[in-house]
């Protein structure tokens, strides 16, 4: 996807439009940025960020209702391709001093960016003035913004693991209860009872849709970090220095996902399109995945609700990233612009139920509460996993399409499979995180 920029035009934001369903016409809007011409008395924030397909689109038509909002500030919004590019060019714009005033980010790419030396840190003051305090926002997610205890990223959501149910299935399975919706399991033996139903329901079929196969997989890393932090496991100690994996733990979980692999439970030859477009058509009674894919699902007409991510070691954990707000370093910051771009991210904080409707949890405590959101279904179906959400650990090879979600990805789809034992699993996944902590550091303490 090549870098384009778009017109901050003042397109109707309603809520009503929204939720009548975005018609997916192409990718995200594209453009020419109109920039602001000599003498004009609007001051320009210049903003980064890769959101594209439905998240594109909403982010688009938000812009465009804050220049409605705000004539005196024009957002020049600019859409870069997803992914490790969209780093390397913040990290290359932030070295040299040259960036945008503001960028999107995924917190848990924060602590291998160089903060200090590639992003700014957040003022507090200016962040106050404009009506958001730290108690605003979820706590975990609150808490992982920072480095160091700096403060370097505006937390605007969590992208959590959620549970897609198909509501024909369900209902035909005897799996709904009087108001609809999925009855709850918890631990182990009640989710297996709960999708053997469905597998009896669907002829037997496996039931369960999730991305377990295929070259950089992540699914199945993505599965496990949910299911191993709901007993209390980690990874890596505070520091990152150390490996602090427990291993009956963790074997617990790869058992249970094994044995989803071995009854039929779930299929584990599908890898992400063939996940989705299974539970789309109706193939599968559940899907595992990111929230993202509601609006999709929306506009194909699949019956579907969504819940949390199975309770099945003991607490609602859910693997999660979060988008944010960052400041890519500038030698020179200007102050009116300043100003303006923290004008613009509390506009998008405080009107993130807007956000929400492309299936992502505001991580804005007060959008939580308001009518507006909870009108949302099913996405406000979930929001309580915002103070449970299973965030990577702070390092710098951590992260959306970083190399220990492909690696752990690799170790476990086997295991799912059924072609590694889920001990062979854990090794694999070990070694893969020595290679990692033994890599050097691309952004070390000393250049932060």
């Not at 919004?77 to 990290?91: D, S």
């Not at 063939?274 to 539970?279: C, E, I, P, T, Y």
């Not at 492909?406 to 996944?429: D, H, M, N, Y």
């Amino acid at each position: 996807m090549k870098e384009v920029a778009t017109v901050q035009g003042p397109p109707d934001i309603s809520r009503r439009h929204l939720l009548g369903g975005l018609a997916l016409v192409g990718a995200a809007a594209t453009g020419c940025a109109i920039p602001v011409g000599l003498g004009s008395s609007q001051t320009r924030v210049k903003f980064w960020h890769f959101l594209s397909a439905s998240d594109g689109i909403i982010m688009n038509q938000m812009v465009g209702a804050f220049a409605k909002d705000t004539p005196d500030v024009f957002v020049e919004e600019n859409v870069l391709q997803w992914g490790e590019p969209f780093y390397t060019k913040i990290a290359m714009a932030g070295a040299g001093g040259r960036s945008p005033d503001l960028a999107s980010f995924h917190l848990a790419r924060l602590a291998g960016i160089g903060a200090g030396a590639i992003l700014d840190p957040i003022n507090v003051e200016l962040l106050e003035e404009n009506g958001l305090r730290a108690t605003d926002f979820s706590p975990p997610i609150w808490e992982r913004a920072h480095l160091d205890g700096v403060l370097y990223a505006i937390p605007f959501d969590a992208h959590p693991m959620v549970q897609y149910y198909n509501t024909d299935i369900c209902g035909k399975a005897g799996l709904l209860g009087s108001d609809g919706k999925l009855l709850p399991t918890q631990g182990v033996e009640e989710l297996v009872a709960q999708l053997t139903k469905a597998k009896e329901a669907m002829g037997g079929k496996p039931p369960l849709a999730l991305d377990a196969l295929g070259l950089g997989t992540v699914g199945p890393w993505r599965v496990w970090w949910s299911l191993y932090p709901q007993s209390g496991g980690t990874l890596l100690s505070d520091d990152g220095t150390n490996i602090t994996i427990d291993d009956a733990k963790a074997l617990e979980a790869l058992r249970f996902m094994r044995r989803l692999g071995q009854e039929g439970l779930c299929d584990w030859r599908t890898d992400y399109g063939a996940s989705v477009a299974n539970f789309t058509n109706s193939q599968s009674a559940f899907l595992w995945n990111g929230d993202w894919e509601t609006i999709g699902l929306k506009e194909r007409k699949t019956p579907f609700s969504m819940t949390r991510f199975p309770n099945v070691f003991g607490t609602g954990a859910a693997q999660a990233d979060c988008h944010a707000f960052v400041l890519p370093h500038q030698r020179d910051r200007d102050p009116e612009v300043e100003r303006a771009t923290y004008r613009f991210i509390a506009y998008l904080i405080k009107n993130s139920a807007d956000w929400a409707v492309a299936g992502h949890v505001p991580a804005y405590l007060p959008t939580l509460e308001q009518p507006d959101y909870l009108a949302l279904q099913p996405q406000s179906e979930y929001r309580s996993v915002i103070t449970e959400v299973a965030l990577d650990p702070q390092v710098w090879f951590a992260g959306s399409a970083s190399r220990l979600w492909i690696e752990f990805g690799e170790a476990f789809s086997f295991v799912i499979s059924g072609q590694r034992t889920p001990e062979e699993g854990l090794a694999a996944a070990k070694a893969s995180l020595n290679r990692l902590l033994s890599a050097p550091n691309p952004f070390p303490a000393q250049e932060r």
